[in-house]
């Protein structure tokens, strides 16, 4: 399975993005997730939504983002709001469960998002 994020882009301060995440495949038993690495950072956990739509989030990110998926379109999506310029970063769409009974795991290319202030 590939994965194929995009909607990232260059913005200020306040305004919003939403994040898109394709997969080349079905995503409806599995756990996605959104990532993000700033530069010279760690890559942290952003948000999660299991195959049963139950969704998680970092605590500096509750109430501003929020994770969604669509699996007719194989598709996750990341609705970034209020974002700040410490939200600047790579963001990773992840994905992972199991295919034919094995444990997999997939990160998508990243797309990049630029806060400016």
């Known amino acids: 399975v590939q994965l194929q994020a995009s909607g990232g882009g260059l913005v200020q301060a306040g305004e919003s993005l939403r994040l898109s995440c394709a997969a080349s495949?079905?995503?409806?038993?599995?756990?996605m997730a959104w990532y993000r690495q700033a530069p010279g950072a760690q890559r942290d956990l952003v948000a999660t939504?299991?195959?049963?739509?139950?969704?998680t989030y970092a605590e500096s990110v509750k109430g501003r983002f929020t994770i969604s998926r669509d699996n007719a379109k194989n598709t996750v999506y990341l609705q970034v709001n209020s974002l700040k310029p410490d939200d600047t970063a790579v963001y990773y769409c992840y994905m992972r469960g199991l295919r034919n009974g094995n444990p997999v795991t997939y990160w998508g290319q990243g797309t990049l998002v630029t806060v400016s202030s």
């Open positions: 939504i299991n195959a049963l739509g139950t969704t």
């Open positions: 495949g079905s995503i409806r038993s599995f756990g």
